[in-house]
């Protein structure tokens, strides 16, 4: 399993990579292996503000369909295009190509929150 010490962590499986106020989130390795094959990844959000634990899409597998929940408040500023061609991708590289979002971050104070890797492994039983 998977799981980046340099990224941060969501109890609903996302991983957030920060830069600034500037946020990269994904599914985890964990997620994308429990849902299987990823056939459609859909985020029809962009240019949208929404608060913490909203959800912002869906990844649709073979057998589910899952919501995608925002890991902070802010503005969803990119959708990864690539996914509309290649879903896989968040099966093959869920941490590189198989990002979905970049969001602009509201309330900072609200990175505290989100888990580092130790207790994201935790709560998976890593």
Do not use: C, R
């Not at 899409?57 to 509309?84: H, M, Q």
């Amino acid at each position: 399993m998977n799981i980046p010490s340099e990224l941060k962590y969501t109890k609903d499986h996302e991983w957030i990579k920060i830069d600034g106020d500037e946020l990269t989130v994904g599914i985890t390795d964990f997620a994308q292996s429990e849902l299987g094959d990823i056939v459609y990844v859909e985020v029809e959000t962009v240019d949208e503000t929404l608060d913490i634990e909203e959800v912002f899409g869906t990844v649709e597998a073979v057998k589910t369909v899952s919501d995608l929940f925002l890991p902070v408040s802010g503005e969803i500023i990119a959708f990864n295009e690539l996914l509309e061609d290649e879903p896989e991708k968040v099966n093959s590289d869920p941490y590189g190509e198989g990002w979905m979002v970049k969001i602009k971050a509201s309330d900072v104070s609200q990175f505290d929150s989100l888990l580092s890797a130790d207790d994201y492994k935790a709560i998976i039983g890593a």
